[in-house]
């Protein structure tokens, strides 16, 4: 589709600023593998210009412009976002699936919960007043004490290219609901509604350096964002390899983080089930935004007594999925992001046929489909748990499936994992979910469904997942520092 890309610079203190470096990064469209655009290359020299910004916010008039007003203050330029948001909705839309590949439909749907989930923490900003100086109960009358909820400070954000503007906001809107300024780095591989969203956060008058964007190399943006010893807290979603280095960075300053990882997933099919129904819930659970969610449900734990019928169902259902440029009508499987990530997932269906699983459909690119990083959805069966297939998460439109015969064996194989971020468990009898979903080591599960997501409920893992939550309450909970004040309020002398 034809759509021009804006081009744009780095965005700091509220106005857009040519890298000091003056290095760009091409924009590849990933369903014609053709450059439509660039974005900037920010290094350490622009991190430290933005966290300088960023300091000055925070800090200015004694912090009574932005982090020492009151929750409903800052309640109005969330609102005032969320608003713009869906005023420029169809320009967010059009820019998301052509920087990311992900089909038009589903991008409408990230820009709206982009725009609810400002709406969201303007609520939650507003909420955070009422809970300023909560008494705290103490056993002596002689003293006094209470709490305060104060931003904690300069935050570090990164987020990652499979939901570019939607991550980046689960990141933006509960910092600075909370009173934070931020730097926030997305990834360089979907960049473009990012650096669009400076232009709202001017539009709506957001004070300069609040909010500072800045494109580039996660070695050459990122990596100086994290050590920067002015950023009191990082934000990472990502890889665990990433988030390893960025734990043991942010370690060097004993600096918090909040890391949400990668994922390997588990679905449990129990013998109870409406087959047509689990199978539908399956395949979304794995090949929405074309198979790259750290939360994808790719591993299928299905019962012995009725997996044949299962996976034969699966595979029609699958045959259906319409692959195609993401912005053709009735799209459901776009490309994947770039050729680095189309490489790494055709070498795990190598692989795992290598070691003698059986690629029972797809596993190949779409005939059709000459030019772009297609892939076709893909059902692996035969699997062993020593395979490379159950242990690596793929981040791609991959499924692999495996059978079990009791409850304590369906618990053992879906717990067999690094990671820990979600699972999903399927039975009509909700006795035996309530017990799985206790059993499973994970931090989140869905019951009879997989992958829905509100901003009104926690989200992280555990595990090689990660650790701390974002959205609902907790989300702004990490962005705000506990004070405890406590007073002795009697005349009399200590003794």
């Known amino acids: ?174 910092a600075l609901a909370a009173g934070c300024t931020a730097v926030l780095k997305p990834s360089e591989l979907a960049s473009v509604t990012c650096l669009e969203f400076g232009e709202v956060c001017n539009e709506v008058g957001l004070p300069p350096g609040v909010l500072n964007i800045l494109t580039g190399l996660g070695p050459d943006a990122g990596a100086p964002i994290v050590s920067h010893p002015d950023i009191d807290k990082v934000a990472f979603t990502g890889s665990s390899a990433t988030g390893s280095k960025i734990m043991a960075s942010a370690a060097q300053l004993v600096k918090p983080v909040t890391l949400e990882l990668g994922g390997k997933s588990p679905i449990i099919m129990f013998e109870d089930i409406d087959i047509d129904t689990a199978v539908e819930w399956t395949i979304f659970g794995v090949f929405w935004t074309n198979g790259q969610i750290c939360s994808a449900t790719s591993r299928l734990l299905v019962h012995e007594s009725i997996a044949t019928e299962f996976v034969d169902r699966m595979v029609k259902w699958t045959k259906n999925i319409k692959i195609s440029d993401p912005f053709e009508e009735g799209c459901r499987l776009g490309p994947v992001i770039s050729k680095g990530q189309y490489d790494k997932i055709m070498n ?119 650790f701390g939550r974002e959205l609902g309450e907790w989300g702004i909970e990490n962005y705000l520092n506990i004070k405890q004040v406590t007073s002795d309020i009697s005349d009399e002398p200590w003794g």
């Open 1 to 174: 589709m034809a759509f021009p890309m804006p081009v744009r610079q780095l965005f700091i203190d509220g106005e857009w600023r040519e890298p000091l470096k003056k290095n760009r990064i091409p924009i590849i469209n990933p369903s014609t593998e053709e450059i439509i655009g660039d974005i900037p290359a920010a290094t350490a020299e622009d991190v430290e210009v933005a966290v300088v910004a960023a300091r000055k916010a925070f800090r200015r008039n004694k912090g009574r412009d932005w982090a020492a007003t009151s929750g409903a203050h800052r309640a109005k330029y969330l609102r005032a976002i969320a608003a713009k948001v869906k005023e420029r909705k169809d320009h967010f839309v059009k820019l998301e699936t052509l920087d990311s590949g992900k089909p038009f439909d589903e991008a409408v749907l990230d820009i709206d919960d982009v725009a609810s989930c400002f709406e969201y923490f303007a609520g939650q900003a507003e909420a955070l007043d009422a809970k300023q100086k909560a008494p705290v109960t103490l056993p002596m009358d002689r003293f006094k004490s209470h709490v305060l909820r104060q931003p904690i400070g300069v935050v570090g954000l990164i987020s990652p290219w499979n939901y570019p503007l939607l991550m980046a906001t689960w990141k933006i809107a509960p």
């Open 348 to 466: 795990f269906i190598s692989t795992a046929k290598s070691e003698g699983a059986t690629i029972l459909y797809g596993g190949s690119r779409p005939e059709h489909l000459k030019k772009g990083y297609f892939i076709e959805p893909t059902i692996i069966t035969d699997i062993s748990t020593s395979m490379q297939i159950w242990k690596e998460e793929v981040f791609g439109p991959v499924i692999c499936v495996k059978t079990f015969s009791t409850e304590d064996e369906a618990i053992e194989l879906a717990n067999d994992t690094q990671y820990g971020l979600a699972a999903a468990v399927f039975s009509k009898d909700l006795e035996r979910c309530e017990r799985v979903t206790k059993a499973l080591e994970v931090g989140a599960v869905w019951v009879n469904c997989s992958q829905p997501c509100f901003v009104q409920a926690p989200w992280g893992g555990i595990k090689r997942s990660g």
